[in-house]
């Protein structure tokens, strides 16, 4: 039997601008069921003083666009993720991009998006680890789009399609000791039940866990 590992799962409460917490909290606590157990909050403090070694993942679904952490907050996240923590960023998480450090950590800005709509997802790295098992699939979600870092090599491989282009909805890449993966999906609950992308969640938390 897998020992479970403990994840910190930091959010916005029902004051959230667009995405409240606590009905994706829901979605992946059953999705990683058995596996990982989730310790959710609403405390920004919580980034200060995370400790990879009790919490191996942290998860961002903050909506912060409209609020700064504060400097203790920010440095104990790079902190975490450089000494060996694993982050796991999921849709509007982004949003701690209001810090330039963190923007550059995470590895792209988010720079608006067209109306939520139906939108078609492909996976784009053959043989990625994080695609195993993964089929492409159709969701309603918000088109997040994104202007990269340079400074940050990354591996993108996952994309979805837009007036008939193709632009990036997931990435993966090293910081400091630890790692990091972006998944675009997560605009309320629907977005985390196509079974393809509930895979492609679990396969993340096993890769940032190396359980891979």
Request: charged share 20%.
């Amino acid at each position: 039997m897998r020992e479970i590992i403990n994840v910190c799962l930091i959010g916005d409460g029902t004051d959230a601008p667009w995405h409240p917490l606590e009905p994706a909290r829901q979605q992946l606590a059953d999705i990683f069921s058995g596996e990982f157990q989730l310790t959710a909050t609403v405390d920004y403090q919580a980034f200060a003083t995370l400790d990879h070694k009790q919490y191996p993942i942290c998860i961002s679904y903050t909506d912060c666009w409209n609020r700064d952490l504060t400097q203790e907050q920010t440095a104990g996240l790079l902190r975490y993720v450089a000494g060996g923590g694993s982050l796991l960023v999921l849709h509007n998480g982004i949003s701690l991009q209001r810090s330039y450090e963190l923007l550059q950590m995470i590895g792209a800005k988010f720079t608006g998006h067209p109306p939520y709509q139906q939108l078609a997802y492909f996976g784009s790295a053959d043989n990625h680890p994080l695609l195993k098992g993964v089929e492409n699939f159709v969701l309603d979600e918000e088109p997040y789009l994104f202007e990269f870092d340079p400074f940050t090599k990354k591996t993108v491989f996952m994309e979805f399609e837009f007036e008939g282009k193709r632009y990036p909805a997931a990435w993966e890449h090293a910081y400091g000791l630890g790692k990091i993966v972006y998944l675009q999906p997560g605009h309320h609950a629907p977005s985390f039940q196509p079974e393809a992308y509930r895979r492609l969640l679990l396969n993340s938390m096993r890769w940032l866990s190396s359980r891979d």
